[in-house]
């Protein structure tokens, strides 16, 4: 068999080691259009904190192409897929046959359709790449403005006061993270935000960059006013790669559509990672959510169906972890229940900064937001996981006493 | 592989394993000097009540494959499979606490460590105590626990243990029933003799 696998992040690697460890002897080719070696991208904003080095970014080592057997085409872009002659087109003109191929192509940055993207001092956080041309422009940059206040643009933000640099940070609702946090956990947060010196703007987006001489001076907003910078850092979100698939039937412009087995329309053709539009592991509809872990948790599916496991992806469940300095915050789940019997639960310790907040529906948790102590989220996510009915439990999840004591330890019978 | 199996039932909630561990993972490994130490020393088991005068010690299981090590985004997390633990690198690690998101027992700690000075803080859990172990010791907390409830041990072993224990009292308590009671007249005949 010769397998194609396009991408060599989370899902890619993912995918290649599932797939070798099913089938030892099979022709696994890797293309990326990076000629890197595979590196973790959330941990870009850390490196632009200066919180982690650069060699600490290569989740591989240099051998780990041979030690795997894998044959590797980097810094080579794929241009098309032909479903019907079984071939990828690389940009040098090539054509890769394979058996089965797997698409790994991830997401790319999304940027807002105004004047002003061409200055020099536009940027966005997503390749390494990237991280180099920010460092070179902020040598000689004091103020910087961060547009979007999702996950990755809080952490650039926090990564780029920490360096010192007067921080900019617009959010478009009237809140950060306001598809993931309710108004008390978003409170705690933009007291954090405040206290690392950011200057967070709500309810504000850019209507034009400005620029003089070629460079970013300033940033045009909604309200009217200008926001002078020296840099500007686009994190509005991202959207999948998949023009190479123009042409084809595979793709929608929301991600690639996958059954429960990670395969596309085209029964040689598996997907997985941020270029694909999984089904939400509660609802059932269509959810893009794009997180590191939920691209590998798909990449091992896709590689293991590759080899013809047919195994199940049980669906995406959103959550994700927010570490600024100073506030730890963890997510997940639904925001608000989807019938009007669930019901939300919220307990907040003003002296201490600690928030839970849980909410129900129809018996069962569906989402959890945990602030300050966030040692048991992974509980309260397999129960959301699992549809496991609160009346199951030993222990309501409301309670104090909610915990791995509650939970685990048990009487023998006859010692009550 | 040796890990440490926890018996519940037997914990009285001390917290001495608590504090051998703390101790184990500090710089002079020494109550006392531990107590100065620039790096607080953090216990990475927890005791939890159970109700109805039960404890229960929660620590990191070693999960294989690890649910922390497949979300951690920094490849901070490994398996070391000569040692059978789920290890995390505090070099390595960026706090982002991904591995709290993913873990199943709720078992990590974020603290400062004198490994990574650097850091505010890293993830923090049960390591099997590398150190002792190069000693042939068994890990701190299992020889602190009094009562049996931390032990040290291949689970197999154990396991197969356990059941020829249980297999006996089984038997052995089956001893004294019987099928069918001896009848009057037999028993009786029996006391002649």
Not at chain 1, 116 to 126: A, D, H, I, Q
Not at chain 1, 168 to 190: F, N
Not at chain 1, 270 to 291: E, K, N
Not at chain 2, 31 to 48: D, S
């Amino acid at each position: 068999m010769t397998y194609v696998i396009i991408g060599t992040s989370a899902a890619g690697l993912a995918g290649a080691e599932t797939l070798r460890r099913l089938d030892p002897k099979a022709r696994i080719t890797l293309i990326s259009d990076e000629s890197h070696l595979p590196y973790s991208r959330p941990l870009l904003t850390y490196l632009l904190g200066r919180e982690t080095t650069r060699e600490k970014l290569f989740l591989r080592s240099l051998d780990y192409f041979r030690e795997w057997g894998f044959e590797t085409l980097l810094g080579t872009p794929v241009t098309r897929v032909d479903p019907g002659a079984h071939e990828v087109h690389l940009a040098d003109g090539r054509a890769l046959p394979y058996d089965r191929l797997l698409i790994a192509s991830g997401a790319k940055p999304r940027l807002p359709p105004i004047p002003g993207l061409e200055l020099s001092g536009v940027f966005t956080l997503r390749h390494l790449a990237d991280v180099e041309r920010l460092e070179r422009h902020l040598a000689h940059a004091r103020r910087v403005a961060v547009v979007g206040a999702g996950a990755v643009g809080l952490k650039a933000a926090d990564a780029l006061a920490h360096r010192g640099l007067a921080v900019d940070l617009l959010a478009r609702g009237a809140q950060p993270l306001s598809k993931v946090l309710d108004q008390v956990s978003a409170r705690l947060l933009m007291e954090a935000i405040a206290r690392l010196g950011i200057s967070l703007h709500l309810n504000s987006w850019p209507t034009a960059v400005v620029g003089n001489g070629g460079r970013v001076t300033a940033m045009a907003l909604n309200d009217g006013r200008e926001l002078p910078t020296d840099a500007v850092l686009f994190s509005v979100g991202v959207a999948p790669r998949v023009e190479f698939l123009a042409g084809t039937t595979l793709a929608a412009p929301e991600g690639i559509p996958v059954d429960e087995h990670l395969q596309t329309g085209d029964p040689d053709i598996f997907a997985a990672g941020d270029c694909v539009l999984p089904r939400h592991l509660l609802t059932g509809a269509p959810a893009a959510f794009h997180i590191w872990p939920a691209a590998v948790a798909q990449g091992e599916v896709a590689g293991a169906n590759l080899a013809g496991a047919a195994r199940r992806y049980d669906g995406i469940l959103p959550m994700n972890s927010i570490s600024l300095r100073g506030c730890r915050i963890i997510t997940g789940g639904h925001l608000t229940p989807d019938t009007p019997e669930g019901e939300i639960f919220e307990e907040l310790d003003a002296t201490t900064g600690r928030f839970k907040r849980l909410v129900f529906d129809q018996g069962r948790l569906v989402g959890a937001t945990l602030v300050g102590e966030v040692r048991h989220a992974g509980i309260y996510f397999r129960l959301i996981a699992n549809r496991t009915p609160v009346k199951d439990l030993p222990v309501d999840p409301r309670s104090p006493h909610f915990h791995p004591g509650r939970l685990w330890a048990r009487p023998l019978p006859g010692a009550a | 592989m040796k890990t440490v199996i926890v018996r519940p039932e037997r914990c009285v909630g001390c917290l001495q394993c608590r504090l051998a561990c703390a101790v184990e993972h500090s710089q002079s490994k020494d109550l006392v000097a531990a107590l100065g130490e620039a790096w607080r020393p953090v216990a990475r088991i927890a005791v939890y009540p159970g109700g109805r005068h039960l404890s229960f010690p929660n620590k990191c299981r070693h999960c294989d494959p690890a649910p922390c090590e497949a979300v951690c985004i920094a490849g901070a997390i490994r398996r070391n499979p000569a040692r059978g633990t789920t290890d995390i690198d505090p070099v390595r690690c960026i706090n982002c606490g991904m591995c709290a998101m993913a873990c199943l027992f709720g078992v990590l700690t974020f603290a400062p460590t004198p490994q990574a000075p650097e850091r505010r803080a890293v993830a923090l859990k049960c390591d099997h105590c590398p150190d002792r172990q190069a000693q042939g010791r068994p890990p701190a907390c299992v020889e602190a626990c009094k009562v049996g409830a931390l032990n040290y041990g291949e689970p197999a072993a154990e396991m197969a243990a356990k059941g020829r224990f249980l297999a006996q009292a089984f038997f052995a308590a089956s001893q004294g029933a019987s099928e069918s009671p001896v009848p009057d007249s037999i028993r009786l005949w029996r006391q002649l003799g």
